[in-house]
């Protein structure tokens, strides 16, 4: 967090534009979600809370990564060669295995809360005369 936080201050990357404040708020969100969740995941540690905690930290790193392309607090004009369109690729592309990713944890979380779910009846119980429905 404290380098996220200083990363204008201190002045180490020319191609970041001061509008990366504008996406701060968010990565600082993100950040501290994972340190939470990670720190809760260490003490209380089933299957179903690791898949939520995936998911959830996924849709929050998918927020940061579309904020970051909204407001695109980045300046290639220095270089020889224009990364703009290389970055935004690349940025779409991360937006595109996150999603998947968190497709994918609920998908796990589902799968890991329901069959603990109270089941029904069946249909093709046996009867107590032996016969079925």
């Known amino acids: 967090l404290v380098m996220v936080n200083n990363v204008l201050a201190w002045d180490w990357f020319e191609w970041i534009t001061d509008d990366f404040e504008l996406v ?9 979600a994972a340190i939470l969740m990670n720190a809760v995941f260490m003490v209380y540690d ?27 607090p980045f300046d290639f004009s220095s270089y020889a060669l224009d990364l703009t ?12 295995c996150v999603t998947i990713g968190l497709f994918a944890n609920v998908i796990k ?14 249909r093709d119980k046996e009867m107590p005369s032996g016969q079925r429905e």
């Not at 701060?24 to 501290?32: D, E, G, H, I, K």
């Not at 369109?85 to 595109?96: G, H, P, Q, S």
């Open 24 to 32: 701060l708020p968010y990565m600082n969100v993100s950040l501290s």
């Open 46 to 72: 089933a299957t179903w809370f690791k898949s939520l905690d995936d998911a959830l930290l996924a849709a929050l790193s998918l927020i940061v990564i579309v904020r970051t392309y909204q407001v695109f």
């Open 109 to 122: 979380l589902i799968g890991g809360v329901v069959p603990n779910l109270p089941s029904t009846q069946r």
């Open 85 to 96: 369109a290389i970055v935004r690729v690349v940025l779409i592309f991360t937006m595109a």
